[in-house]
Nanobody, 115 residues
Framework: QVQLVESGGGLVQAGGSLRLSCAAS??????MGWYRQAPGKQRELVAS???????VYADSVKGRFTISRDNAKNTVYLQMNSLKREDTAVYYC???????????WGQGTQVTVSS
């Protein structure tokens, strides 16, 4: 049974930092990543990382956010620096198991950036 457990969200002032973690279990995972959904908006990709370490970032977070993973722990991280109010959203962890069956999602963690 695949499970994704997120942690690390919270309230932070603009310019501050947060680190999200997502511990996955129940499979070996290929791509893992973070998505976010702000009120009234569609869910969007923030960053993803392959098992080999190749990364993709949304243009809006390039240079501010860093995604990383520990394959031995099946854990993916998102270091968020220089946070802006527009980063406020629910952040979801996603993971693709190997062999691929479907994308699994975490329960979401709220990130709120105040001015």
């Amino acid at each position: 049974q695949v499970q994704l457990v997120e942690s690390g969200g919270g309230l932070v002032q603009a310019g501050g930092s947060l680190r999200l973690s997502c511990a996955a279990s129940g499979s070996i995972f290929n791509a893992m990543g973070w998505y976010r959904q702000a009120p009234g908006k569609q869910r969007e990709l923030v960053a993803s990382i392959t098992r080999g370490g190749s990364t993709v970032y949304a243009d809006s977070v390039k240079g501010r956010f860093t995604i990383s993973r520990d394959n031995a722990k099946n854990t993916v991280y998102l270091q968020m620096n220089s946070l802006k109010r527009e980063d406020t959203a629910v952040y979801y962890c996603a993971a693709d198991p190997h062999p691929y069956r479907e994308t699994y999602w975490g329960q979401g963690t709220q990130v709120t950036v105040s001015s």
